[in-house]
């Protein structure tokens, strides 16, 4: 479904994704990690269209990640890791705007409306204004915002960044459910989070993939028995070196 | 049509936000009170209602421009924006929503400045049509400059521009004084900007003055016509500078 091909992106001399080539399979939930400054993020900007690589390429749904750009975004949708919400709409106005915008015909918007309300359990504050709702609220709201339009690949930035224990569970639970049919990929700094829910892990670092596999195939590489461990111990042969 | 759910969030974004309707509807009606009200004790020409109504209706419309350009540098900044360069809205989709919810504010505007313009004096003809319909270039123009602020600038910087925009209008368009007063070099500048025109246009409309008005519709359109093509251009940069 996704394969990078030699994916690159600099920003000025600074080499935030160098030589990516990985393959994400349909229905699958793919995990990016990494420290602060990785390539996590500029990985997922690029995969969705938001920023184009200064070399390499991807395939994404059989298409060109540059030329058909268009095809692609329609197919896909992302939880940016700040809560990208309409501050003055309320939960109801920000779903129907993001679902009229990817031309979800009008007599379905409702029904999609109402399915995401019942799945993120937002029902009793469904016309509160977004900037009124509570930090899980409105990561929920904006997980929603991304998969009201059905995206066949959902891109989720840091979903469960400042939210409570309680909170995250309620997500991870959700995220759950959704690998049934979408094919997601995942960024987290949550260690227990990507065990929890991936299939596969990527360990990028300096923009370089250090690890990928399951993550009992990276215990077994890195000779560890918790992801947290074989984390650190990848991180720090790096330092090292 | 996609952007017209973008529109509306818009529309709602600005109506919902109170400071926009008590800096763009009040204070123009508050003024022409003022100046109305001064006017019967210093019966100065610019401040008779055929003068003033057009002259704070136009100052008004600057207002559009810092609700816009803040809507937009806000949308940067919360990467709602970014989110929505990930949707499949296109260039042209993104400055049509953001224009297109400004005109009804500002006809709400006009209209409203006008009533009041009758309450002190305006005859009810059909030049108020028609001075409603004369404020059209000046409202385009202010819409692109905001599109083209909001891009280029962050909230602070608009703050800190708009604030000096809505001074050099007010004090370049003549809204509540004779331009002459302010002589040589000062009054020449006023001759370039869009303010002072988009005033003149608007008064020999609504007056009875036979005056020439295609040079002020000529520079007011102009300088909408220039503002549109900048804002597209920042716009699309915008969209592409992401991509680099």
Redesign the interface.
């Known amino acids: 479904m996704i394969e990078t091909k030699h994916l690159t992106k600099k920003f000025g001399d600074f080499v935030a994704v160098d030589d990516l080539n990985l393959s994400i399979e349909k229905g699958e939930l793919f995990s990016l990690l990494g420290l602060n400054g990785a390539g996590k993020t500029t990985t997922i900007k690029m995969l969705?269209?938001?920023?184009?690589p200064s070399s390499g390429n991807a395939i994404i749904f059989n298409k060109d990640l540059i030329k058909d750009s268009?095809y692609i975004?329609?197919r896909?949708?992302?939880s940016?890791?700040?809560t990208?919400?309409?501050?003055?709409?309320n939960i109801q106005?920000n779903l129907?705007?993001?679902?009229?915008?990817?031309?979800i015909s009008k007599n379905l918007i409702s029904d999609k409306v109402e399915e995401m309300i019942t799945v993120f359990n937002l029902s009793e504050v469904r016309k509160k204004?977004a900037r009124l709702l509570s930090g899980g609220m409105q990561r929920r709201l904006s997980i929603a915002?991304a998969l009201i339009t059905d995206p066949e690949i959902l891109f989720l930035d840091e979903p469960t960044l400042g939210l409570d224990v309680i909170a995250r569970r309620e997500l991870w639970s959700n995220i759950k459910k959704l690998k049934e049919k979408t094919t997601i990929i995942l960024t987290t700094h949550y260690l227990e989070e990507a065990e929890a829910l991936s299939d596969r892990v990527a360990i990028i670092q300096k923009g370089r993939i250090k690890a990928i596999g399951t993550v009992e195939e990276i215990l077994n590489q890195t000779n560890t028995k918790k992801l947290e461990d074989a984390f650190v111990l990848l991180n720090e042969e790096e330092q090292t070196i | 049509m996609?952007y017209?759910?973008?529109a509306?969030?818009n529309f709602?974004?600005i109506l919902?936000?109170p400071l926009s309707l008590i800096l763009g509807v009040l204070l123009p009606i508050f003024f022409i009170l003022l100046f109305s009200t001064i006017s019967k004790n210093a019966p100065i020409e610019v401040f008779k209602p055929v003068s003033i109504v057009p002259g704070i209706t136009i100052f008004g419309f600057t207002f559009i421009t810092m609700f816009l350009g803040l809507l937009i540098a806000k949308d940067k900044s919360?990467?709602?924006l970014?989110?929505?360069?990930?949707?499949?809205?296109k260039p042209k989709d993104f400055i049509i929503g953001y224009s297109i919810p400004l005109l009804p504010f500002a006809l709400i505007i006009g209209v409203a400045c006008l009533i009041v313009g009758v309450f002190i004096g305006l005859p009810v003809t059909l030049k108020i049509v028609y001075t409603l319909i004369s404020f059209i270039p000046y409202i385009l123009f202010s819409v692109f400059v905001g599109i083209f602020l909001g891009v280029v600038c962050n909230e602070a910087q608009i703050m800190a521009i708009g604030n000096i925009y809505i001074i050099a209008s007010a004090l370049l368009g003549g809204a509540w004084m004779d331009l002459n007063i302010l002589g040589g070099t000062i009054k020449n500048i006023t001759e370039f900007l869009p303010f002072s025109h988009a005033i003149e246009f608007s008064r020999i409309i609504l007056s009875d003055r036979q005056e020439n008005i295609w040079i002020h519709l000529i520079i007011v359109s102009g300088y909408a016509i220039i503002f549109f093509f900048l804002s597209v251009y920042f716009f699309t940069r915008k969209m592409k500078s992401?991509?680099?």
């Open positions: 969705s269209c938001l920023i184009l268009q975004k329609q896909i949708n992302v940016p890791q700040e990208a919400i309409a501050r003055n709409l106005e129907e705007m993001i679902a009229g915008i990817y031309g204004k915002m | 996609k017209t759910y973008f509306q969030r709602k974004e919902r936000d919360t990467s709602f970014s989110r929505l360069f990930i949707s499949p809205l992401d991509n680099k």
